[in-house]
C-alpha cells in the first residue's frame, strides 16, 4: 500500500523568502504523486501531479515539484513567498489503479509580512 | 469551481441522530471518494465507489455508509451519531485511470451537539 509523510505540521516563511515543504513517499509500485492546497473554508485542490512523464512537476501559482526516487522524496517548493499562500498543503499518492490515493497529514504553511 | 457539488453545506444536529451527505461528482466522473477532515484526525480516506459499485474501504466506521447512484451521485449516510464525528466531510471525484487526480467539493460540515 501507498503512502506518504509529510514533515513538518507547520512551517513559517517571511514574505519572499523561499517556501520549502517536504514530503516522503512509500509505494511498492511506481507512484503518482500529487500535491493540493486547501485554504480555509474551501476544499482541496490540486497544485500540481507527478506522473512519471518528468521529475521536475510546475503547477500553479509558481509552485513546483520535484521527483526523487533515491530520496523517495516529493518536495514542494517555491522561490518567493506571498502572503496568499498561507494556506494547508497535503503531499497524495496513489497507485497504479487509482484506488487508493492516501494523503499526508498536511502541513499548514503561514507567511510572515 | 471543482465541479463537485456537495450539500448541505452546514449540518448541526443531536448525538444519536442521522443524517446523509450529498455528492455530485464532475461530469463525467465516473469515481467518488469520500474523506473526513478533523483537527485531531487530519484527512482520513472513508470509502470509494466507482459507478455504482464499492472500490475500496478506508477509515469507515461501521455506524456509517454510502452508496452510488445510477445517475452517479452519492450519499453518505452517519447514524448513530457521537460528538467525536464533529467535523468537515469531503466528497471528490475523478475519472477511472492510472494518475487522475481527484476534484474536491467545498465539504459539508456536521457539527453534533
Known amino acids: 500500500a501507498q503512502s506518504v509523510t509529510q514533515l513538518g505540521s507547520h512551517v513559517s516563511v517571511s514574505e519572499g523568502a523561499l517556501v520549502l515543504l517536504r514530503c516522503n513517499y512509500s509505494?511498492?509500485?511506481?507512484?503518482?504523486l500529487f500535491w493540493y492546497v486547501q485554504y480555509p473554508n474551501q476544499g482541496l485542490q490540486l497544485l500540481l501531479k507527478?506522473?512519471?512523464?518528468?521529475?521536475l512537476v510546475k503547477g500553479i501559482n509558481g509552485f513546483e515539484a520535484e521527483f526523487k526516487k533515491s530520496e523517495t522524496s516529493f518536495h514542494l517548493t517555491k522561490p518567493s513567498a506571498h502572503m496568499s499562500d498561507a494556506a494547508e498543503y497535503f503531499c497524495?499518492?496513489?497507485?497504479?489503479?487509482?484506488?487508493?490515493?492516501?494523503f499526508g497529514a498536511g502541513t499548514r504553511l503561514t507567511v510572515k509580512p | 469551481d471543482s465541479g463537485v457539488t456537495q450539500t448541505p453545506k452546514h449540518l448541526i444536529t443531536a448525538t444519536g441522530q442521522r443524517v446523509t451527505l450529498r455528492c455530485s461528482p464532475r461530469?463525467?466522473?465516473?469515481?467518488v471518494y469520500w474523506y473526513q477532515q478533523s483537527l485531531d484526525q487530519g484527512l482520513q480516506f472513508l470509502i470509494q465507489?466507482?459507478?455504482?459499485?464499492?472500490?475500496a474501504k478506508g477509515n469507515i466506521l461501521e455506524r456509517f455508509s454510502a452508496q452510488q447512484f445510477p445517475d452517479l451521485h452519492s450519499e453518505l449516510n452517519l447514524s448513530s451519531l457521537e460528538l467525536g464525528d464533529s467535523a468537515l466531510y469531503f466528497c471528490?471525484?475523478?475519472?477511472?485511470?492510472?494518475?487522475?487526480?481527484?476534484?474536491f467539493g467545498q465539504g459539508t460540515r456536521l457539527t453534533v451537539v
Open positions: 497524495a499518492v496513489s497507485g497504479a489503479s487509482n484506488n487508493d490515493m492516501r
Open positions: 509505494s511498492s509500485v511506481p507512484p503518482y
Open positions: 507527478y506522473t512519471s512523464a518528468a521529475t
Open positions: 471528490a471525484s475523478s475519472v477511472m485511470g492510472q494518475g487522475s487526480e481527484a476534484f
Open positions: 461530469s463525467g466522473d465516473l469515481s
Open positions: 465507489y466507482y459507478n455504482g459499485e464499492e472500490r
